[in-house]
């Protein structure tokens, strides 16, 4: 039985992957976080919930007991420091599986106008998930980054992929399309193994998101 640690477990996004991971598969989750008041998801026998901080090692490595893949949806200021914190767990767990969300434009591949209003609006957070990924894809994890286009609430699964190396596409997508991808990685870990994908819904691209 494939068990799922997922950091971070209340953002939005994991929240909604916690969802389909339940509907989808027959995974068990392990969720941490740092305020459990923020789930909606309750204990059962196939959902743990585990109060820790994804930058306290110790912690982190006790949840990583028993895991097959690690979901990471962490968040703040301090997102290299996580990410260390992480790669370090892992390799001394020996898991070796890890799904990161990241941001668009770390590696200055948004083009045109949206690529300027994105640096522009994001900044110093663009700078500090940069050098999260950089951490994870300078270790001997079998990682897969995501970089997801400017989040809605959309209520669909609509999504197309780039790779490291390609333009960003699109100005946005759902939230529920990134939590699709994110258990769909899950169900064939041997997709996308050390790369950096980004993830926009088809037909978007401008200047800026549609909505904003």
């Given at each position: 039985?494939?068990?799922?640690?997922?950091?971070?477990a209340g953002g939005k996004i994991a929240q909604i992957a916690e969802e389909?991971?339940?509907?989808?598969t027959d995974f068990d989750l392990r969720l941490y976080l740092r305020h459990p008041n923020k789930l909606s998801i309750e204990?059962?026998?196939r959902v743990e919930i585990v109060e820790g901080d994804a930058s306290d090692k110790n912690s982190l490595s006790n949840a990583l007991n028993g895991v097959d893949i690690v979901y990471a949806n962490v968040a703040g200021d301090n997102i290299e420091e996580q990410a260390k914190s992480v790669v370090e767990s892992m390799d001394n767990s020996g898991v070796k599986r890890l799904i990161w969300i990241s941001t668009l434009g770390i590696y200055?591949?948004?083009p045109g106008e949206f690529g300027k209003w994105n640096n522009n609006?994001?900044?110093?957070?663009?700078?500090?998930?940069?050098?999260?990924?950089?951490?994870?894809e300078e270790s001997d994890l079998e990682y897969t980054i995501i970089r997801p286009a400017w989040l809605t609430n959309n209520d669909e699964v609509n999504?197309?992929?780039?790779?490291?190396?390609?333009?960003?596409?699109?100005?946005?997508?759902?939230?529920?399309?990134?939590?699709?991808?994110?258990?769909d990685t899950t169900k064939n870990p041997s997709d996308y193994v050390r790369d950096s994908i980004g993830v926009n819904k088809p037909n978007t691209d401008g200047d800026k998101p549609s909505w904003y």
């Open positions: 039985m494939t068990k799922v640690l997922i950091l971070g389909l991971y339940l509907d989808q204990e059962s026998d200055d591949e948004v609006i994001l900044g110093s957070y663009i700078t500090k998930y940069a050098a999260a990924a950089k951490v994870i999504f197309e992929v780039t790779h490291r190396e390609d333009t960003f596409k699109g100005t946005e997508v759902s939230r529920k399309s990134i939590a699709q991808v994110v258990v």
